[in-house]
């Protein structure tokens, strides 16, 4: 596989490593993926602008009513093209949970339901935060832009300042579970 780490530069296209379509086909059946079995020679891979936010994209030629007639009649979907964000060169892992995740759309499961997101986690698992390096440096990106908040402990009256992404589960003064009246 192209970019994962190894040294490669993202100045090539991404590639489906090897078997990889083999076992979305082992997971996936017809009804619920209909361009699974068109997508060896419809779909093209690249990667994102270095500017891109989304870690990937999946683009298809055709209009959304287009797409449903062509699902409807299990034809090719036409040309799909998924895009990856070069920062994912970086984290196989995550690079592999993101191409699954599209390639999942690309085969014609466009939901983002409790089904895909199962698929996605058998297929290729994401990585912990403590695995990788990428989801760290993400995260703290989220922080950094987080203002300071203050929070006073209901039970004891203790004040603190801390960023936090949620609330806090105990006081860090007196133990006793968080509660903010």
């Known amino acids: 596989m192209a970019n994962t780490g190894t040294g490669i530069g993202t100045e090539e296209a991404p590639e489906i490593p090897e078997g990889l379509l083999d076992e979305l086909r082992e997971n996936l059946d017809e009804d619920s993926a209909p361009f699974l079995r068109h997508l060896g ?17 999946t683009r298809f030629e055709h209009d959304p009513n287009e ?30 949970n993101t191409l699954v995740h599209e390639l999942l759309h690309a085969a014609g499961l466009l ?8 698929l996605v986690n058998r297929i290729a698992p994401p990585p ?30 203790y004040s603190w300042e801390r960023i936090r992404v949620t609330a806090p589960t105990r006081c860090p003064k007196c133990a006793r579970p968080f509660s903010s009246n």
């Open 41 to 57: 020679k419809h779909l093209r891979l690249e990667w994102l602008p270095t500017e891109e936010s989304r870690l990937g994209m």
């Open 128 to 157: 912990k935060l403590s695995e990788s390096p990428l989801l760290r440096r993400m995260r703290q990106e989220v922080l950094d832009n987080m203002p300071e908040r203050q929070w006073i402990c209901g039970n004891c009256g």
């Open 111 to 118: 939901e983002h339901d409790g089904n895909h997101q199962e």
């Open 67 to 96: 797409l449903f007639r062509r699902r409807r009649l299990r034809v090719a979907p036409g040309p799909v093209t998924i895009g990856l964000n070069p920062i994912l060169a970086e984290d196989e892992k995550m690079l592999l």
